[in-house]
Nanobody
Framework: QVQLVESGGGLVQPGGSLRLSCATSTRIFSFYSMAWYRQTPGKQRELVARLSTSGATSYADFVKGRFTIFGDNAKNTVHLQMNSLKPEDTAVYYC????????WGTGTLVTVSS
């Protein structure tokens, strides 16, 4: 069974950086795409960034220029580098893999606060 495990969340001050990691139990090439989503209480989960097997990336407007998604094929891991963090980036961040079916991790909490 495919498993995704996120790590790297924590407390960071506004303007700071964090790198989230999503370790998969299978090769990341086995997915059509991998993505990061985030969710805050009372809101729907929203797409943050997506990485396709072709290497193409896409980002939500609210993170463009600040976040970068990239994969490490040797370690079967997808990362989300988050720079210039804002308080509104506070959320639980989830990793998703899609190969015709959706697979989700359990999330990692990012808190941006002074």
């Amino acid at each position: 069974q495919v498993q995704l495990v996120e790590s790297g969340g924590g407390l960071v001050q506004p303007g700071g950086s964090l790198r989230l990691s999503c370790a998969t139990s299978t090769r990341i090439f086995s997915f059509y795409s991998m993505a990061w989503y985030r969710q805050t209480p009372g809101k729907q989960r929203e797409l943050v960034a997506r990485l396709s097997t072709s290497g193409a990336t896409s980002y939500a407007d609210f993170v463009k220029g600040r976040f970068t998604i990239f994969g490490d094929n040797a370690k079967n891991t997808v990362h989300l580098q988050m720079n210039s963090l804002k308080p509104e980036d506070t959320a639980v961040y989830y990793c998703q893999g899609f190969d015709g079916m959706d697979y989700w991790g359990t999330g990692t909490l990012v808190t941006v606060s002074s």
